[in-house]
């Protein structure tokens, strides 16, 4: 694939894409890129495979998701800074977006589902965000709809905006400049905006390298818009791993997954877990559902487009309390 009708697309440059990591530095953290080496990988993969993790579940809050929220944040003229900002959230974007209100001394309102696990709701409100819970993710867009018009506060989209997918094409240029060049990249999908600003990041640096999104089966929209052609949506949001679970596409990160996406892959709950599993025993690293999607790809609906490459794995998060954590690996 080969990046053209950029200007159409208003894909981010490489010129902003380091004038944005230079800008959120002083608040966010260069996560490592780690070599995972052991017999799994050989026995699983072939012994020609090479796998590298992106550790962003050791990010600031826990996830990918300040990068973009900071950025996002910081291009608010003063005045509209004043009356605060407002999110909606099955979790990381709203603690996210709590944090980095809290950096910047403004308040926070942000909206959750009911559902959402309380270990995000008060990691939220740790930040000093007040949290309203709705019924579910699609009462909380109406909400948070309703809280900007009454309050008069700046929506910060979780994934569906220049400076969100802007921060978030961070995280690729550090994975270019901190491992080997890339034959493939396994990028996990909730909206997009991670793979919409990682895609921009690397196609600009390693044309070669093939990028694959992954989204659960329960939670399928980006899948279905890679189908149609179009946006799409869903009903109810069914997995484990509610940080993918986007109830729709919509048209900007859309627009930039479908141009620089080989195809989003699509994995069970079983497979996430299995995934879990497999992080825990390899490297103790304790993460959340959606973090192990990149992981389940790679061993599953990947395997056999990986093996003899150098792969790349986009870990994003690990806000996961440790009974939700215990029951689900139990």
């Known amino acids: 694939m080969t990046v053209d009708n950029m200007t159409d697309l208003e894909i981010p440059t490489l010129e902003e894409i380091r004038a944005t990591r230079a800008r959120i530095d002083p608040f966010i953290l260069r996560t490592p890129v780690w070599h995972w080496q052991n017999q799994t990988v050989e026995e699983a993969l072939g012994a020609g495979t090479e796998v590298w993790l992106k550790l962003e579940l050791f990010q600031r809050t826990g996830t990918f998701k300040p990068r973009g929220a900071v950025n996002d944040i910081l291009q608010l003229d003063e005045a509209v800074r004043e009356r605060g900002v407002t999110a909606v959230s ?85 994975v270019c400049e901190d491992a080997p060049p890339l034959d493939m990249l396994i990028v996990p999908v909730g909206g997009g905006g991670l793979a919409a600003g990682i895609g921009a990041a690397v196609k600009q640096l390693q044309p070669d390298c093939a990028i694959f999104g992954v989204e659960p089966e329960g939670a399928d929209t980006m899948h279905r818009s890679f189908a149609s052609g179009s946006l799409e949506s869903i009903e109810r949001v069914e997995t484990i791993a509610t940080s993918l679970g986007a109830p729709a596409t919509q048209s900007y990160s859309f627009g930039l997954c479908r141009h620089f996406l080989e195809d989003v892959a699509l994995v069970s709950d079983e497979e996430m877990l299995d995934g879990m599993r497999l992080l825990f025993h390899e490297m103790k690293l304790a993460v959340e559902p959606a973090c192990a999607a990149s992981t389940a790809a790679l061993f599953g609906p990947l395997r056999e487009l990986a093996a003899g490459k150098r792969v790349g794995l986009i870990l994003c998060g690990s806000n996961i309390g440790v009974e939700t954590f215990v029951e689900l690996l139990g």
């Not at 974007?93 to 995000?120: D, E, N, T």
């Not at 699609?138 to 994934?159: K, L, S």
């Open 90 to 174: 099955a979790g990381n974007h709203a603690i996210a977006v709590a944090y980095a209100a809290q950096l910047f001394g403004i308040s926070a309102k942000v909206v959750m589902p009911a559902s959402a696990p309380r270990f995000r709701v008060e990691k939220s409100r740790s930040y000093g965000a007040e949290v309203v819970l709705v019924a579910d993710v699609y009462e909380g867009f109406a909400e948070v709809e309703r809280i900007q018009q009454e309050e008069g506060r700046a929506f910060v989209h979780p994934f569906d905006s220049r400076p969100i997918v802007t921060g978030q094409a961070t995280v690729g240029l550090e």
